[in-house]
Nanobody
Framework: QVQLVESGGGLVQAGGPLRLSCAAS????????MGWFRQAPGKEREFVAA????????FYTDSVKGRFTISRDNAKNMVYLQMNSLKPEDTAVYYC????????????????WGQGTQVTVSS
């Protein structure tokens, strides 16, 4: 019922910025909590950030606090992840996810997923 498409990934030098975007369609975007997850080769999927309905509450994993910012524009059915001060350990495929409830940190609680976008940080 919901389709998600990520964009904005690429190659960036350590310390640089990158902005990821996620476009949603199929349902009323403002009724869904949105999240970003990432997965590096050989590692489990990891929670990165989430945002509740209306954008009033945001949540981050400890390793990205102070560097990443999640935001949403409900009028455009878009969610963003602004990444600053990138580190090589941030290298991963980043996924956008949606759920019909409150924002959580657990991937299995999300209902819809995008195809992912690769972020590679060089040293």
């Amino acid at each position: 019922q919901v389709q998600l498409v990520e964009s904005g990934g690429g190659l960036v030098q350590a310390g640089g910025p990158l902005r990821l975007s996620c476009a949603a369609s199929g349902r009323i975007f403002s009724m869904y909590a949105m999240g970003w997850f990432r997965q590096a080769p050989g590692k489990e999927r990891e929670f990165v950030a989430a945002i509740n309905w209306g954008g009033g509450s945001t949540f981050y994993t400890d390793s990205v606090k102070g560097r990443f910012t999640i935001s949403r524009d409900n009028a455009k059915n878009m969610v963003y992840l602004q990444m600053n001060s990138l580190k090589p350990e941030d290298t991963a495929v980043y996924y956008c996810a949606a759920r019909g409830g409150f924002a959580t940190r657990r991937g299995h609680e999300y209902d819809y997923w995008g195809q992912g976008t690769q972020v590679t940080v060089s040293s």
